[in-house]
């Protein structure tokens, strides 16, 4: 199995910036991809950002120029960098981690989420 834990949540104001970070643990030798996902109270989950072993990288077009995914493979770990936050990125962010695609929205592996509130 494959564990995932997140880590830098927590609250800044319209504008400023956070740093999620991911590490894996266990089989980590069957990941082929890392995706943050969020999801806000009374609203669907949703991709945030992906990035696979060779380092190509998905954002969607609501974070796209302000949220930059990057790994460190040495480490098992994917950082998520936040700037420019709107109120709107308020939202239980989630990691996850597949062996084959982190397209399709559910990937395998999942981690316990951690918190991000954005106040204006």
């Known amino acids: 199995q494959v564990q995932l834990v997140e880590s830098g949540g927590g609250s800044v104001q319209a504008g400023g910036s956070l740093r999620l970070s991911c590490t894996a643990s266990?089989?980590?030798?069957?990941?082929?991809?890392m995706a943050w996902f969020r999801q806000a109270p009374g609203k669907e989950r949703e991709v945030v950002a992906n990035i696979y072993i060779g380092g190509s990288t998905y954002y969607a077009d609501s974070v796209k120029g302000r949220f930059t995914i990057s790994q460190d493979t040495a480490k098992n770990t994917v950082y998520l960098q936040m700037n420019s936050l709107k109120p709107e990125d308020t939202a239980m962010y989630y990691c996850?981690?597949?062996?084959?695609?982190?397209?399709?929205?559910?990937?395998?592996?999942w981690g316990q989420g951690a918190q991000v509130t954005v106040s204006s």
């Open positions: 266990g089989y980590t030798y069957r990941i082929n991809c």
């Open positions: 996850a981690a597949d062996a084959a695609s982190c397209s399709g929205g559910y990937p395998d592996y």
